[in-house]
């Protein structure tokens, strides 16, 4: 279907300032790839639909198109008009309105908006649709970011240390909590489903806008690889990442096995039998067999050490990259003596 823009549609920044619910009327597939976080999917067009329609614009020009798009969805009239009144009802004592937007801000938001506006809920309608939103969204890993990483070996607590962070000055952004997954081979263990890609980078995006909105002056971020699991962090801001300071965390062997022990052991053995098998090749067949035989015997300590030298020299390989780099000793503190270490901790200006 064909969308142009019209004079009622509002640009990405007045858009973005207003506080009333977003409706995505997109497909669900188009939906599902990547939406705009917050908002919800009441799709004027099945996926069945959309394709159909598309068709008929390719094949029978943009009027056919109209027309097979009016006659599927008047049907729907009675059933789109119930989402409407319950969305809106959700938000009592807020203004009826709606904040709406399609792929490109033209016909399916339009036709959504009217159909809204006549049963007395005021809209804004996204001008340049989800386009615009994507585009924000890549400028704003383009930008010059203060950006300062938390690195360690695996079991150091980096996340954890990195998620109780409070303090005015530093704003702090936890990538695996967005991608749902800890970037290795067993990052996805007790984890919710990823979001795709592009739903990471919408999140993400919205993350650095609100530390534009605060106090803070930098941004810390834990040391990662470019990708968790099938998210990929932005190349803008993995270049950057890439350069950026790191604060190193150093904890005796023993902490980091037992932080390790109570992460994983949770998991069931054939999952974590699975992620040893898909790294076996980099660990050898010895370490390997010994990792799945202390996992059958569940000596999660010893199935922990038989991996721990693969990963520490994954860690001292991508180290030897970064030249600007502080270490800091917490063996043996808490996560509040942690923290308050760190931020005590005189390091180098950004």
Same mark, same amino acid.
């Given at each position: 279907m064909? +969308?142009?823009p019209?004079n009622s549609s509002?640009?990405?920044t007045?858009?973005?300032?207003?506080?009333?619910?977003?409706?995505d009327?997109r497909?669900?597939?188009?939906?599902s790839?990547g939406?705009?976080?917050?908002?919800?999917?009441?799709p004027?067009f099945?996926d069945m639909?959309?394709?159909?329609?598309?068709?008929?614009y390719?094949?029978e020009?943009r009027?056919?198109? %109209?027309l097979?798009?009016?006659?599927?969805?008047l049907p729907?009239?009675?059933?789109?008009v119930d989402q409407?009144?319950d969305t809106v009802s959700?938000k009592a004592?807020l203004t009826?309105?709606?904040r %709406?937007y399609c792929?490109?801000?033209?016909?399916?938001?339009?036709a959504f908006g009217?159909l809204?506006?006549?049963?007395?809920?005021?809209?804004y309608?996204?001008?340049?649709g989800?386009k615009?939103?994507r585009r924000w969204v890549?400028?704003?890993?383009?930008?010059?970011l203060p950006?300062?990483?938390l690195?360690?070996k695996?079991?150091t607590?980096?996340?954890?240390l990195?998620?109780?962070?409070?303090?005015?000055s530093?704003?702090s952004?936890?990538?695996e909590?967005?991608?749902?997954?800890?970037?290795?081979s067993?990052g996805s263990?007790g984890?919710?489903?990823q979001?795709?890609?592009q739903?990471?980078?919408?999140s993400l995006?919205?993350?650095?806008?609100?530390f534009?909105s605060?106090n803070a002056?930098? %941004?810390?971020? +834990?040391?990662e690889s470019s990708n968790?699991?099938?998210?990929?962090?932005?190349?803008?801001?993995?270049?950057?990442m890439?350069?950026?300071p790191?604060?190193?965390i150093?904890?005796?062997?023993? +902490?980091?096995?037992n932080n390790?022990v109570?992460v994983?052991?949770?998991n069931?053995?054939s999952?974590l039998?699975?992620?040893?098998n898909r790294?076996?090749?980099?660990?050898?067949?010895?370490r390997t067999k010994e990792a799945?035989v202390?996992?059958?015997?569940?000596?999660?300590?010893?199935?922990?050490l038989a991996m721990l030298?693969?990963?520490d020299r994954?860690y001292?390989?991508?180290?030897?990259?970064n030249r600007?780099l502080?270490?800091i000793?917490l063996s043996?503190?808490s996560?509040?003596?942690?923290?308050?270490k760190?931020?005590? +901790?005189?390091?180098?200006?950004?």
């Amino acid at each position: 279907m064909s +969308e142009k823009p019209t004079n009622s549609s509002y640009p990405l920044t007045v858009f973005r300032n207003l506080t009333s619910q977003i409706v995505d009327v997109r497909s669900p597939i188009e939906f599902s790839k990547g939406h705009w976080p917050g908002a919800i999917n009441i799709p004027l067009f099945t996926d069945m639909e959309r394709e159909l329609i598309g068709k008929t614009y390719k094949r029978e020009g943009r009027l056919k198109a %109209i027309l097979k798009g009016l006659k599927l969805t008047l049907p729907k009239t009675t059933n789109l008009v119930d989402q409407i009144s319950d969305t809106v009802s959700k938000k009592a004592g807020l203004t009826k309105s709606l904040r %709406i937007y399609c792929w490109r801000g033209g016909m399916r938001s339009n036709a959504f908006g009217w159909l809204a506006r006549k049963n007395g809920i005021e809209t804004y309608i996204l001008k340049d649709g989800y386009k615009s939103y994507r585009r924000w969204v890549l400028n704003q890993f383009e930008a010059d970011l203060p950006l300062r990483l938390l690195g360690g070996k695996t079991g150091t607590g980096k996340t954890d240390l990195l998620n109780q962070i409070n303090s005015k000055s530093i704003y702090s952004i936890d990538l695996e909590g967005l991608a749902n997954h800890r970037g290795s081979s067993f990052g996805s263990l007790g984890m919710k489903a990823q979001p795709s890609t592009q739903q990471f980078e919408n999140s993400l995006a919205e993350k650095i806008d609100e530390f534009y909105s605060s106090n803070a002056n930098e %941004i810390w971020l +834990e040391a990662e690889s470019s990708n968790l699991g099938k998210c990929r962090i932005p190349i803008g801001l993995h270049t950057k990442m890439k350069k950026a300071p790191i604060l190193e965390i150093l904890r005796t062997e023993n +902490e980091r096995i037992n932080n390790l022990v109570s992460v994983y052991s949770q998991n069931s053995q054939s999952e974590l039998k699975d992620a040893v098998n898909r790294i076996s090749k980099r660990l050898g067949p010895i370490r390997t067999k010994e990792a799945i035989v202390a996992i059958e015997e569940k000596n999660w300590s010893k199935a922990c050490l038989a991996m721990l030298d693969y990963y520490d020299r994954c860690y001292d390989y991508e180290l030897q990259k970064n030249r600007n780099l502080n270490s800091i000793d917490l063996s043996g503190l808490s996560i509040e003596l942690s923290l308050e270490k760190i931020l005590n +901790e005189n390091l180098n200006p950004l």
